[in-house]
């Protein structure tokens, strides 16, 4: 079978992502392009479409990627507490990545693989707390949104707004949308 001009050019899918995140680091949102990317590898810009699809999928892959780091929560832990633990090791995450908390906040969280285990994770715990699915989904957008905006305040030019106080913030506010949406 034929080679790709991705693996001809000795390319992989991490290569791709570890070009991509040196490109934004050094260029924000604006400089990423699949030219750069290319460029950066030393490869002609068509190899990278073997592994991404466009500039969209890249930063999709990019913040799913990061997303690889965290371990869904057990499917037999006290739902609340692995629920709670999950947004918690995101905001910490993302506190680890500052640069990109605005592309989470402009794609409301990310699409990729390990998102969507994340989310099917979190809706078992859910449904174990007897929420419906369509219920679940609102949810989880609630989870995110809470976690994403927080980890912007932390991650902001704000020095009345330390992380410690924001996380602490957090963790309220997540016992409270958990409470409630386990009362509903």
Known sequence: MPRTPGQRAGLSHDA???AARTVFAERGLEGLSMRAVAKDLGVAPNALYSHVADKEALVDALLDDVLGALDPPDPDAEPLDGLRGVMLATFDLLGRHPDLVPLY???QGARGTHAQVLGA?????LARLGIDEDTSGRVVRALIVSTLGFAALATADDPALTPAHLRADLEATLDWLLLGAARV
Do not use: E, F, G
């Open 16 to 18: 791709v992502l570890t």
């Open 121 to 125: 994770a979190m809706t078992v715990l």
């Open 105 to 107: 906040l402009a794609r």
